[in-house]
T-cell receptor, first 112, second 116 residues
Framework: DTEVTQTPKHLVMGMTNKKSLKCEQH?????MYWYKQKAKKPPELMFV???????INESVPSRFSPECPNSSLLNLHLHALQPEDSALYLC???????????FGSGTRLTVV | AQTVTQSQPEMSVQEAETVTLSCTYD???????LFWYKQPPSRQMILVIR??????QNATENRFSVNFQKAAKSFSLKISDSQLGDTAMYFC?????????????FGKGITLSVRP
């Protein structure tokens, strides 16, 4: 298995909803990442987990809450989002940074 | 801090021809890697090619090759025999391996269109 799988592929949520994005990989990668990407822009790093511990939080608002329950799974919990949070959310994983990251195909999030 | 610059927002190439995408970067570090990623309309970011800063030999992956000029801090991507499936956004990226928390830094990207 050489994939990073993200679910759901599309999500529409209201500003008062609570939802979660899921990311899964079975490649034995011990680093996992969440990125946010607006249209025609580069991905922006949000969080990095290394060996299931949060190692980088790029000053992301608390309405985004990451979780890494085990070495294969990464979640992003969403609560009280704003319309400007609408974007493509990408998950990635890596063995070591020098190997490059393997990305999932993302969740397209729309906040209404 | 490191920066990655892709100054061309868009390019177009005829199918079967060769195209070169430009990228420059700035860093004071010596231990780093450079990458080109492709993002087609399907959204998934795909690693195209990578280059270790310590290697003088330019990396090659089938129709994709790089011209790595370390002194000039330049890392361009050449796509030979362009195919319609090469239509995508291409991002140049840099990672510094010095320090505990390495982060991948992306350029702004370039939209490449391959014309039939």
């Amino acid at each position: 298995d050489t994939e990073v799988t993200q679910t759901p592929k599309h999500l529409v949520m209201g500003m008062t909803n609570k939802k979660s994005l899921k990311c899964e990989q079975h490649m034995g990668h011990r680093a996992m990442y969440w990125y946010k990407q607006k249209a025609k822009k580069p991905p922006e790093l949000m969080f990095v987990y290394s060996y299931e511990k949060l190692s980088i939080n790029e000053s992301v608002p608390s309405r985004f809450s990451p979780e890494c329950p085990n070495s294969s799974l990464l979640n992003l919990h969403l609560h009280a989002l704003q319309p400007e949070d609408s974007a493509l959310y990408l998950c990635a994983s890596s063995v070591t940074p020098r190997d490059g990251y393997t990305f999932g195909s993302g969740t397209r999030l729309t906040v209404v | 801090a490191q920066t990655v610059t892709q100054s061309q927002p868009e390019m177009s190439v005829q199918e079967a021809e060769t195209v070169t995408l430009s990228c420059t970067y700035d860093t004071s570090e010596n231990n780093y890697y450079l990458f080109w990623y492709k993002q087609p309309p399907s959204r998934q970011m795909i690693l195209v090619i990578r280059q270790e800063a310590y290697k003088q030999q330019n990396a090659t992956e089938n129709r994709f090759s790089v011209n790595f000029q370390k002194a000039a801090k330049s890392f361009s991507l050449k796509i030979s025999d362009s195919q319609l499936g090469d239509t995508a956004m291409y991002f140049c990226a840099f990672i510094n391996l010095t320090g505990a928390n390495s982060k991948l830094t992306f350029g702004k990207g370039i939209t490449l269109s391959v014309r039939p």
